[in-house]
């Protein structure tokens, strides 16, 4: 008998997470048993493991909170995650194309945050924003990824409009796990993670003074930066007009 290989225990490990979930074992918006529990119940590698929550997590099934837990998707994520997943099957080089839509969405975003966030989203906004610039001058990568999220989702949430914090919220997500576009990792003396303390610094000072066009502006360059110094996507060339 072949022995079973590691994408059939991973397999394995979908199968029983899935079935867990349907029959409610798991609930919508619970964590997962420990890595150590579940590797013990399905008899596999913590290595394995990982393999089949990873798979899950690309679907929208699961989601990862970094030094939290993995929790189960709500439904509606879940449908979210799997349209995001299917483009990015369907299309390769859709990092290119995210980024560029990121840019639209990310600087209307803040032009509204600024027009119409509260002094209590004001205040909130500083405080992530200093989570930010805290995290960046370390390098603890999942501490930068969270800190650098919250900020991004809260300036969506900070519009009023569930729309733009829905669809903010969907697309981190998708870069985060599935095109691993991440501005994380950096080393705490580097001119980028100096850049990036400063971009998020000025965003957050424009949305806070209700400075919609310099909030537009900041923004704009911010993702321009993460496009070019981040992932090298300059080299890709524009697309052609049809």
């Known amino acids: 008998m072949t022995a079973p290989t590691s994408k059939n225990r991973a397999t394995t490990v979908v199968e029983y997470l899935q079935r867990g979930i349907r029959e409610n074992k798991f609930k919508v918006g619970k964590a997962l048993p420990s890595e150590r529990e579940l590797s013990l119940s399905l008899g596999v590698s913590r290595a394995s493991l990982r393999e089949g929550i990873s798979l899950l997590v690309s679907k929208g099934v699961l989601t990862r909170q970094h030094g939290i837990g993995t929790f189960v998707s709500a439904a509606k994520d879940q449908r979210m995650a799997e349209i995001w997943t299917d483009m990015v099957d369907r299309h390769p080089l859709i990092q290119a194309d995210l980024i560029e839509f990121r840019e639209m969405l990310e600087s209307r975003t803040a032009e ?122 300059d080299h890709i060339p524009p697309r052609r007009k049809r």
Do not use: C, W
Request: aromatic share 4%.
């Open 112 to 233: 509204l945050a600024a027009e119409r966030g509260t002094q209590a989203d004001k205040e909130r906004l500083i405080q992530l924003g200093q989570d930010v610039d805290v995290a960046y001058r370390g390098s603890d990568r999942q501490q930068q990824v969270k800190a650098d999220v919250a900020l991004h989702q809260a300036i969506a949430e900070a519009t009023h409009n569930p729309v733009f914090s829905y669809l903010i919220d969907s697309l981190l997500k998708v870069l985060h796990e599935h095109v691993q576009l991440s501005i994380a990792g950096l080393s705490p003396q580097s001119e980028t993670s100096t850049q990036l303390r400063s971009q998020h610094h000025e965003l957050v000072a424009a949305i806070v003074a209700g400075d919609a066009a310099r909030a537009g502006a900041v923004s704009k360059q911010h993702i321009e930066f993460v496009r070019t110094r981040l992932n090298a996507l």
